[in-house]
């Protein structure tokens, strides 16, 4: 095991405070470094999976998440006219629930409130400008003025990394993949008591997804420019035009979206860091080292892993430079798998033509991918 550490967590999202929490309960020295000014986290909801329920479990928090969200078993697939096609039972990982949604500021609010009892030092406003690793320890500057000397350095600053740009430049800058994420919160249809899917040959597929016994999102992929924005003043109106074909729930939730403000748009891109996820005592993990599309709602599972299985193996491991050795030879396998997968459901989704590699891929299906996932990881 290695002996306590002093670690620096660049970013305050979901994986940083994952591990900032699982790191101090081990009696691990953690600060976290977030560039926002609070943890006012952007964006609608998130589904929790049964294995990153598990990894909220391991540190403690499992109960305050899913007293803030909406725990669900059910996944329910409509035709685009609403009429329901299955019903199909998610599958759990040990004794976690199958599923939870939850906003994501409560989420955030859960996650902080876990790292700072767990005594990590949160610091606002701040960003790294100065970082020399020696081999021995990374002399690390922030924005805000603080330095320090770490053992550790860990990025979970996001697709966007600046730590990843320090490590490697724009050679692995995000990747648009050509299409686009549209959300709203809205209050829950009483039949929305789990996911709600509707597809079928409109090359679109939309979600409703309880977050609270009072609200849900609605939520869709589409094909849209890397230019393109929606209108500030009619974003509803365009969200509307694109999901015009979709009747039954998804209608009905449609039909309270009246707010433009209230639609999030989001690209998606991708990020594959093909290097080594670490560098002497400075490591890449969640979306900085291998973000992917939603399409398996495993980007902020994939997070939460890496950061427990980061704590687990710094505990197995007697230095840092065979923990994170290890670390990466266990994860990177099962997140590319989900970023290849990923890829490859949004191509089948919307009719865009796959690669051979992708139609093996394809045979396991996202129920198939649901089974493999809570599997240990």
């Known amino acids: 095991m290695t002996p306590p550490l002093r670690v620096l967590v660049h970013g305050g999202g979901i994986g940083g405070l994952t591990l900032a929490t699982a790191l101090a309960r081990r009696g ?4 976290v470094a977030e560039l926002r000014d609070g943890l006012e986290a952007l964006g609608v909801g998130i589904i929790q999976p049964s294995n990153a329920l598990h990894v909220m479990r391991e540190i403690g928090v499992l109960d305050a998440c899913l007293a803030a969200g909406f725990e669900w078993e059910v996944l329910t697939i409509c035709d685009p006219g609403g009429a329901t096609l299955a019903r199909i039972p998610q599958p759990r990982m040990g004794d976690a629930p199958s599923n939870n949604g939850i906003p994501r500021p409560a989420l955030a609010g859960v996650l902080s409130a876990a790292a700072t009892e767990a005594g990590a030092s949160l610091r606002f406003s ?8 020696d081999g021995e320890g990374v002399d690390v ?3 805000d003025g603080h330095s320090g000397r770490y053992d550790l350095v860990v990025g979970f600053d996001g697709i966007g990394s600046p730590l990843r740009r320090r490590l490697y430049g724009d050679t692995y800058a995000p990747e648009y993949t050509g299409f686009a994420n549209w959300r709203v919160t809205l209050p829950r249809l009483p039949e929305v008591q789990g996911v709600v899917m509707s597809a079928g040959n409109l090359r679109a597929k939309a979600l409703l997804t309880p977050i609270t ?7 869709s992929v589409f094909a849209e420019a890397e230019d393109f924005r929606p209108d500030r003043e009619h974003a ?5 035009e694109r999901l015009g074909g979709f009747g039954g729930p998804i209608a009905e939730a449609l039909a309270q979206v009246a707010d433009p403000s209230a639609v999030v748009y989001s690209r998606i891109s991708q990020v594959t860091v093909e290097e080594p996820w670490h560098v002497g005592r400075v490591v ?3 979306d900085a ?6 399409h398996l709602a ?3 599972a994939m997070a939460v892993e890496d950061a427990l299985v980061l704590a687990q193996s710094l505990d197995d491991a007697e230095d840092v430079a065979t923990a994170l050795a290890a670390w990466e030879e266990r994860r990177r396998p099962r997140a590319m798998w989900v970023q290849a997968l990923s890829r490859a459901v949004l191509k089948q989704e919307t009719g865009t033509p796959t690669t051979p590699e992708e139609d093996e891929l394809l045979k396991v299906g996202i129920p198939g991918a649901a089974h493999v996932l809570v599997q240990p990881y």
């Open 213 to 219: 016994d009072e609200l849900m999102y609605l939520g």
């Open 236 to 240: 509803h109106e365009q969200l509307a």
């Open 289 to 294: 080292a291998h973000a992917s599309t939603p």
């Open 141 to 143: 500057t922030l924005s």
């Open 126 to 133: 701040a960003t790294i400008t100065g970082l020399d690793d």
């Open 28 to 31: 691990h020295q953690v600060d």
């Open 298 to 300: 495993q980007g902020a």
């Open 284 to 286: 890449l993990a969640g």
